[in-house]
């Protein structure tokens, strides 16, 4: 045990403190068990550099699973392949709209203090992705979105753009270890929008080049009956939205929908900001999920209201003997 994990263990031992530490020792306890886990990523959690301890903790076989928003997905190539064009704004807090638009015009897309360049990030990914859309395409292919950057991964020509150490990339890490990634609503990302513009302008012939929301449930239901006959699913999530309301709806559906006896997520928690209010579902306590038959009443269940981009790194720091 290294030393942020020993100063968490001494110092954290109350309120969202002491929660963040039941939550890593609950993880834990699951992984002891031969268990898995999968992690869910929304918000901009890869602009916020999480891949720096997300990436060593796929590669040690912490993680099993990611399922993350379109935004998440690329983001985390967006900083591989332009991080040194990065510009972070410590006082965004009091930009003028005038101020917005200069940023604007100079190419810079902020994500609160940070600003991802349009021309290095985004348009340099373009360029490669659509080449490897347009090879689908010939073949009559449907695959994941991950699959394409996965394709991009190895051009040599887009290997030379790197600018971070790879070891940083959750994506490659992914890649490299061949876990399943589930991308829901990954038509509200920035490559989303540039595949509908592919296909408007006919540079592609049909949308089906990229699995759909139905075939991605139909993948993810098809890992979980593969997987848990042998090994418990934990549920990590980070932040609230589609990233974790998408993949959690899995049991029910093969409990309640194909009639599948189904185990029920064995280990579950939750890092948001998103307080319990007038039907949040990011809110909303663990409890409510055992209505839902996702979770079970003996399921260790943590929910952490604190900012994920301090949490996550840490739990990870501890996971990993930090």
Known sequence: MGPISTFMLKNY?????????????????????????????????????????????IRQDKVHAITCTGANLEE????????????????????????????LDKGMNRVTDTCIPETEAMRRVENFIKSEWMKADKNNETNPPHHYLWQMLDIPEFKKLFQIDPKD??????????????????????????????????????????????????????????????????????????????????????????????????????????????????GAVPNEKITWGKLDIDTPKFIIESDATIVAPLIFAYLLGL
């Open 13 to 57: 031992k109350h309120f969202n403190a002491a929660a963040l530490v039941d939550a890593a020792i609950g993880y834990e306890k699951h992984l002891e068990n031969g268990d898995k886990m999968m992690i869910t990523l929304a918000g901009a959690m890869s602009t916020a550099e999480l891949g720096k301890t997300l990436a060593e903790m």
């Open 76 to 103: 985390d190539i967006f900083n591989l392949v332009a991080h040194e064009y990065y510009e972070r704004v410590p006082n965004y807090r009091d930009l003028t709209p005038q101020d917005e638009m200069k940023l």
């Open 169 to 282: 990339s959750w994506v490659i890490a992914a890649k490299e270890k061949n876990i399943p990634i589930f991308t829901p609503g990954w038509e509200d990302s920035t490559l989303g929008n540039m595949f509908a513009a592919a296909n408007i302008k006919k540079e592609v012939s049909s949308t089906s080049l990229v699995e759909s929301g139905i075939q991605l449930m139909m993948r993810l239901a098809s890992w979980y009956q593969e997987v848990t006959p042998k090994h418990s699913i934990g549920f990590f999530q980070i932040g609230g939205g589609i990233a974790g309301d998408f993949p959690i709806c899995v049991v029910p559906m093969l409990e309640q929908d194909l009639k599948i006896k189904t185990p029920l997520w064995g280990y579950f928690c939750q890092i948001s900001d998103s307080t319990t209010s007038y039907g949040s579902y990011s």
